[in-house]
T-cell receptor, first 116, second 116 residues
Framework: DTGVSQDPRHKITKRGQNVTFRCDPI?????LYWYRQTLGQGPEFLTY????????KSRLLSDRFSAERPKGSFSTLEIQRTEQGDSAMYLC??????????????FGPGTRLTVL | AQSVTQLGSHVSVSEGALVLLRCNYS??????LFWYVQYPNQGLQLLLK??????LVKGINGFEAEFKKSETSFHLTKPSAHMSDAAEYFC??????????????FGDGTTLTVKP
């Protein structure tokens, strides 16, 4: 168990380009979350998956954003036609949800996106 | 809906002095409460959490926090600051019933500076 991993750790891109980030949750964790953290702010919820199903999306997740978790394991977050306002740290978290008890969430190291 | 307010975006203390970082929350149902620490260009590290039971919780690195329901507060303290405590600290609230699906709501963070 190596924890939640994210790739890449840093991404620099030009405005208008597409970018894709990957999150590998802890093995067998059934729930996966994406958060965005802009400079000077706390993380904000973007979306979450229960296994492969995307169950909720924040209004922060514009049409240019899409997230997938095709086999209920790793997840990808794609941003199309990036804008400078997309520059942020993108954090992934995972948990093993058991409805009858508290579920620990584990955060990954994040992917820092810079849009020039 | 839940929310978190961290009072004071910047706190400065001398090495060896008491650290007090303030957090107030609002939630319509009993929440889980968290403090995380974040070092530059890194992800979130869990310092401590309150789920149920004892309202005074102890975490890593000598930090502790007390859940006060009547005051809707969860302030973070450490008796003696160390230079290595300089970082960004985030308070978070989580409500694990279906409509919130376990997503966390974070405060805007408090930057702790420790002076020699």
């Amino acid at each position: 168990d190596t924890g939640v991993s994210q790739d890449p750790r840093h991404k620099i891109t030009k405005r208008g380009q597409n970018v894709t980030f990957r999150c590998d949750p802890i093995s067998e964790h059934n729930r996966l979350y994406w958060y965005r953290q802009t400079l000077g702010q706390g993380p904000e919820f973007l979306t979450y998956f229960q296994n492969e199903a995307q169950l909720e999306k924040s209004r922060l997740l514009s049409d240019r954003f899409s997230a997938e978790r095709p086999k209920g394991s790793f997840s990808t977050l794609e941003i199309q036609r990036t804008e400078q306002g997309d520059s942020a740290m993108y954090l992934c978290a995972s948990s093993l949800v058991r409805l009858t008890s508290y579920n620990e969430q584990f955060f990954g190291p994040g992917t820092r996106l810079t849009v020039l | 809906a839940q929310s978190v307010t961290q009072l004071g975006s910047h706190v400065s203390v001398s090495e060896g002095a008491l650290v007090l970082l303030r957090c107030n929350y609002s939630s319509s149902v009993p929440p889980y409460l968290f403090w995380y620490v974040q070092y530059p260009n890194q992800g979130l590290q869990l310092l401590l959490k309150y789920t149920t039971g004892a309202t005074l919780v102890k975490g890593i690195n000598g930090f502790e926090a007390e859940f006060k329901k009547s005051e809707t507060s969860f302030h973070l303290t450490k008796p003696s600051a160390h230079m290595s405590d300089a970082a960004e600290y985030f308070c978070a609230v989580r409500v694990d019933h279906n409509t919130n699906a376990g997503k966390s709501t974070f405060g805007d963070g408090t930057t702790l500076t420790v002076k020699p």
